[in-house]
């Protein structure tokens, strides 16, 4: 699905958040983005992103046509539950136990740490991506590939979403991967190979096949 001039939600203005929103105002998006310490903080990284970028509310950036998630993974439950019941979600959050604590469920396998981010938000339509690589490489990989192949990236859960998300992913030189509905998530979180694990869309077959 080809998106042109889609605004764009983030909770969290952080390395993944600059990086990211960056990315789509070059593909011709405009960003919205919310974070935790106020706008003393978050109003350098307005401005370096430029005039397609602006500084909003929660209940702002929940309103926008997609919402990327990117604060550390312990923060989505301080976040309102009630707070994207209307929203397509991108949970590009990692759950990383030495820095988050102990998610029990997450951790014995019962759900993918995204199922999670999903229950705590009923209604929300939830992709989980941009989760595997190191956003510091995204640039790079965004414009260059590998080895004159794009870059594939793995994503799961929401269908309609999902489409979304693929068609942003082209415009920045990626190649989508569908691995499936937002449980086949596990398949690529932070606890597995898939994990920053960078290869192009034949590499990243042969890598879950071998799973
Ligand atoms: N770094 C990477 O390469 C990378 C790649 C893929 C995925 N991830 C995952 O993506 C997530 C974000 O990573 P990051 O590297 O961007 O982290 P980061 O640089 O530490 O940024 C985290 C952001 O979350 C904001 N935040 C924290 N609690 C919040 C709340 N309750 N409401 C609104 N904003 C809140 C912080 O606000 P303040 O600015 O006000 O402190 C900060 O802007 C993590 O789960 C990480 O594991 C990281």
Redesign the pocket.
């Known amino acids: 699905m080809e998106v042109l001039g889609m605004k764009i939600g983030f909770?969290?203005?952080?390395?993944?958040?600059q990086v990211l929103a960056g990315l789509f105002i070059k593909a011709g998006h405009s960003v919205v983005l919310?974070?935790?310490?106020g706008l003393a903080?978050l109003q350098p990284v307005i401005e370096k992103l430029g005039p397609q970028a602006q500084a909003g509310s929660?209940a702002q950036v929940a309103q926008q046509e997609l919402v990327i998630l990117?604060?550390?993974?312990k923060?989505v439950f301080?976040?309102d539950s009630k707070l994207f019941a209307d929203s397509a979600l991108v949970d590009?959050?990692?759950y990383?136990p030495r820095r988050d604590g102990a998610y029990e469920e997450v951790q014995t396998h019962q759900l993918a740490s995204s199922q999670l981010v999903a229950k705590h938000f009923p209604g929300a339509r939830v992709v989980k991506a941009?989760?595997t690589?190191?956003?510091?490489n995204l640039n790079d990989l965004s414009q260059k590939g590998l080895a004159g192949n794009p870059t594939a990236l793995p994503l799961a859960g929401d269908a309609g979403v999902k489409l979304q998300v693929a068609g942003l992913m082209r415009q920045l030189g990626f190649t989508p991967y569908d691995v499936g509905d937002l449980a086949a998530s596990q398949k690529f979180q932070a606890d597995t190979p898939l994990f920053l694990f960078a290869s192009n869309e034949a590499g990243l077959k042969r890598k879950f096949a071998s799973l």
């Open positions: 909770v969290g203005a952080g390395h993944v958040t919310t974070n935790k310490h903080k929660l990117a604060v550390p993974f923060a301080d976040l590009a959050t990692n990383l941009f989760n690589l190191p956003v510091a």
